[in-house]
């Protein structure tokens, strides 16, 4: 667990899956798919179909809770791009419009990657946005990360083209920005 004052980022427990469920797939169009995204379908499901699958994100390493005020709002994530070379990508989501806006993001990913570069032997992470996700965007910036990759005009959402944004930092950037 790591705590910033109010927010906190943790492993999922068995009594977060009700919560985690209302906020990813109790809905058909959530507001923060519009976000995340959206070129992606998303399908709801109900509570009964989610709890098996749900079970498998308890005490993951790869999928934690962000708590505010003791209440989940979201949650931050990772995958392996290539896991032999340690290219590790990250992602996170608020998913009510009442958290964003405010410097969360901000601090739960900063939490996120330190706790990242502290327990496993990573040379960079990053994530991949799209160029309609300002905030994003500026999330990144405000972590002291590199835009490294803009693949333009991939990305196809309610008939206009957007580009893939990558950004990354090295271990080496984040231990100077620390």
Same mark, same amino acid.
């Given at each position: 667990m790591y705590t910033d004052n109010e927010l906190t980022i943790r492993p999922v427990k068995t009594s977060d899956l009700n919560r985690l469920w209302e906020l990813i797939y109790k809905e058909e169009q959530p507001e923060w798919k519009k /976000?995340?995204?959206?070129?992606?379908?998303?399908?709801?499901?109900?509570?009964? *179909?989610? &709890?098996?699958?749900?079970?498998? $994100?308890?005490?993951?390493?790869?999928?934690?809770?962000i708590?505010?005020?003791?209440e989940i709002r979201g949650i931050v994530s990772y995958y392996w791009?290539?896991?032999?070379?340690?290219?590790?990508?990250?992602?996170?989501?608020?998913?009510?419009?009442?958290? /964003?806006?405010k410097g969360l993001g901000t601090r739960?990913?900063?939490?996120?990657? *330190?706790? &990242?570069?502290s327990t496993m032997? $990573?040379?960079?992470?990053?994530?991949?946005?799209?160029?309609?996700?300002d905030r994003m965007i500026r999330v990144g910036e405000k972590l002291g990360m590199t835009l490294e990759a803009r693949i333009r005009k991939v990305r196809l959402y309610n008939g206009e083209y957007y580009d893939s944004i990558r950004m990354g930092l090295?271990?080496?950037?984040?231990?100077?920005?620390?």
């Open positions: /976000w995340d995204a959206p070129y992606y379908p998303h399908t709801a499901m109900t509570l009964e *179909d989610f &709890l098996p699958t749900g079970a498998s $994100l308890v005490d993951s390493k790869d999928f934690w809770v708590e505010v005020h003791n791009e290539h896991e032999p070379s340690k290219w590790l990508e990250i992602g996170i989501v608020f998913h009510e419009p009442t958290s /964003w806006g739960a990913m900063k939490l996120w990657i *330190d706790h &990242l570069f032997p $990573l040379i960079r992470v990053g994530y991949t946005t799209w160029s309609g996700n090295l271990r080496e950037e984040w231990e100077k920005i620390k």
